[in-house]
């Protein structure tokens, strides 16, 4: 019999390594538990299979839908690592907080599959409405591609909702199954991520869909199979270690494979979409720079925002909503206007005037900025009417009789503070020019366009953005006085965490995409 004390002095032990919530490294061989979701599995027993021979560590591979296993991690709180495929990495980590580290290895790509031959000769997403094209789907509430069909289709100018109501289609959450359809003849296409159409390459040809038909990365924002708004393109794979594992070197061990040149390549021959890998998570914290995932909070960020940037903000704010589910309201006026707004306001988060300046100057006013950070260049160029009527060529023709001009007035938008400078620089009077001022640069577009005026000075994006109806006239850099925006972090956010991560966005490789598509600049000219 054993000793009561030692059984005390045993269960002592073990209640304080509970209570501390620590345990300590299993050295045994054990093999390594590896969650995987379905997409995901023919590749990682591959790579699971390869690592052992390599290594002798096993890695047993347990399959399920991926949001399966997520629940499964959450409740039983057992497994040492993650595979799986957006949106379930970011609910791991921000949700469920039982991931440590994370990295995408991968992507996966919509494709049409069709009957080896393509007998029906389907070349793209049009020819899936012919009448005598039998098609099949993935569901569209329970699979994360069949979330993202209305979409796709959408820039088809095809609307699925009704393709579906009038004629056969076959609906299933599986994409194996849809596939399997098309290979066993019960259907004559189908829409399957890549890499399960790879796995069925000996019965299968592939239709690729062009880029345009495709959403575009972090903008088109795609309601996950989870039933949250979330930016789902590229849909990523990932993997991830986790808190329950019982021997986290092992885990890290296996991950580094993963994340490896060699298993790359891997992926690359199982179909998959190979990208170069990014650490998404560390300790279990968003990596700076990258795409934040979706958070449980209703959060809402107040930005007191110069009107010129309202082209590319109002896209940011909804592909970062997407995104993160936190709300960016901004509040747009010209930048002598927004910088009394933001320092009267006491639960104000972020400031991005038209440039740096106010920025500097609000923190000389008030010490209310915490921190900033360059997001874009504005360069003034003249706008005039479409086809140039008036024939002007350059700044000295503002001041010809013949030509009406409007600028933003110096006190109240960056814009018209700028304009001054530049003809100050130029040798020339401002006081001399009957303009029509403006308080925001946007009005300044709007009175060329709808030809109220021959000409204005504005910035070079919105210029981009009204191009169809202006024509461009630009100034000689060494004549020119171009203007840098920056966003401050305010002292007074009640949301600092928040409002970090959407100045992470604006600076990410997403948000520079967007910036740039609406024409502002994201490097200095």
Not at 293 to 314: F, K, N, Q
Not at 420 to 443: C, F, Y
Request: aromatic share 6%; hydrophobic share 45%.
């Amino acid at each position: 019999m054993k000793s009561p004390t030692l059984c005390v002095i045993a269960a002592a032990a073990f209640l304080a390594v509970v209570a501390g919530g620590c345990k300590r490294e299993d050295t045994s061989p054990r093999p390594l538990v590896c969650h995987v979701g379905g997409t995901m599995r023919p590749v990682m027993l591959e790579l699971a299979k390869r690592y052992e021979a390599e290594t002798g560590q096993a890695v047993e591979v347990n399959s399920a839908g991926s949001g399966e296993l997520l629940a499964h991690i959450e409740l039983q709180k057992r497994g040492d690592l993650y595979v799986c495929h957006d949106p379930f990495l970011d609910l791991l980590m921000k949700k469920v907080r039982m991931g440590v580290d994370g990295w995408t290895v991968a992507e996966l790509t919509p494709v049409i599959v069709v009957a080896k031959g393509n007998p029906k000769e389907v070349t793209s997403l049009a020819d899936l409405a012919r009448p005598d094209v039998d098609l099949a789907l993935t569901d569209f509430k329970h699979s994360t591609l069949g979330r993202m069909l209305e979409t796709i289709f959408a820039k088809a100018d095809i609307d699925v909702h009704e393709l579906v109501r009038r004629k056969k289609v076959a609906i299933n959450k599986s994409g194996g199954y849809v596939a399997n359809l098309v290979k066993t003849g019960n259907a004559d296409a189908a829409l399957v991520w890549n890499a399960v159409a790879y796995l069925r390459r000996d019965a299968l040809d592939v239709v690729t869909l062009p880029a345009a038909h495709l959403p575009v990365p972090h903008v088109d924002a795609v309601t996950s199979a989870t039933g949250r708004p979330y930016a789902l393109t590229p849909v990523r794979v990932t993997i991830a270690t986790l808190t329950c594992a019982t021997r986290p070197e092992a885990a890290q061990a296996f991950a580094k494979f993963v994340t490896s040149d060699r298993a790359a390549g891997v992926f690359a021959e199982f179909g998959f979409t190979t990208e170069p890998v990014v650490k998404e998570y560390d300790d279990g914290k968003p990596v700076a720079g990258t795409i934040p995932g979706p958070v449980t909070s209703d959060v809402t960020l107040r930005m007191y925002t110069g009107a010129g940037l309202r082209p590319a903000v109002d896209e940011l704010a909804e592909a970062f909503k997407a995104a993160t589910g936190i709300t960016v309201e901004p509040d747009y006026a010209g930048s002598g206007v927004a910088i009394s707004r933001a320092r009267q306001d006491p639960r104000a988060d972020l400031f991005m005037p038209g440039d740096v300046w106010y920025v500097d100057r609000l923190q000389e006013l008030s010490g209310l900025i915490e921190s900033k950070t360059a997001v874009s260049w504005f360069v003034p160029v003249i706008i005039v009417r479409k086809g140039n009527p008036k024939g002007i060529e350059g700044l000295a023709d503002l001041f010809r009789d013949d030509v009406s001009v409007a600028l933003g007035r110096a006190d109240a938008c960056q814009v018209g503070r700028v304009s001054g400078k530049i003809l100050e620089k130029n040798g020339l009077d401002r006081a001399g020019l009957d303009a029509r001022e403006s308080l925001t640069v946007n009005e300044l577009g709007v009175w060329v366009k709808m030809g109220s005026l021959d000409a204005a000075v504005v910035w070079d994006a919105i210029a981009a953005n009204i191009a169809d109806s202006v024509d461009v006239i630009s100034i000689p850099r060494e004549k020119n006085v171009i203007s840098q925006v920056v966003v401050g972090l305010m002292t007074t956010s009640k949301h600092k965490e928040a409002a970090r991560q959407f100045v992470d966005f604006l600076t990410s490789d997403a948000g520079r995409a967007i910036l740039k598509s609406k024409g502002y600049r994201t490097e200095a000219p």
